[in-house]
């Protein structure tokens, strides 16, 4: 079982930026694929951003220029930097983790945007 903890949300101000951090545990194996998800009140989940164990990475458009996912596999981690931060970027974002055919999610950490 895979356990994956969110950290690094907050409140920010339009302009602004927020790193946030994801730690993986619970298994001896590494995800395959990490990535950041985020659901705003009302609306569905969706992409962010996500990583491969050997770096390939793929964003949503809409995040394509302003966010930056990185990974350290030795520290089983995954990060997000937001830069250039919008109101409509307020969302409760969401580590996500495959592993082989498994999804595994965090709880998510609240990203408030204020304008």
């Known amino acids: 079982q895979v356990q994956l903890v969110e950290s690094g949300g907050g409140l920010v101000q339009a302009g602004g930026s927020l790193t946030l951090s994801c730690a993986a545990s619970?298994?001896?194996?590494?995800?395959?694929?990490m990535g950041w998800y985020r659901q705003a009140p009302g609306k569905q989940r969706e992409l962010v951003a996500t990583?491969?164990?050997?770096?390939?990475?793929n964003y949503a458009e809409s995040m394509k220029g302003r966010f930056t996912i990185s990974r350290d596999n030795a520290k089983r981690a995954v990060y997000l930097q937001m830069n250039s931060l919008k109101p409509e970027d307020t969302a409760i974002y969401y580590c996500?983790?495959?592993?082989?055919?498994?999804?595994?999610w965090g709880q998510g950490t609240q990203v408030t945007v204020s304008s």
């Open positions: 990583i491969t164990y050997g770096g390939r990475t």
């Open positions: 996500n983790g495959l592993l082989g055919s498994v999804n595994y």
């Open positions: 619970g298994s001896r194996f590494s995800l395959n694929v």
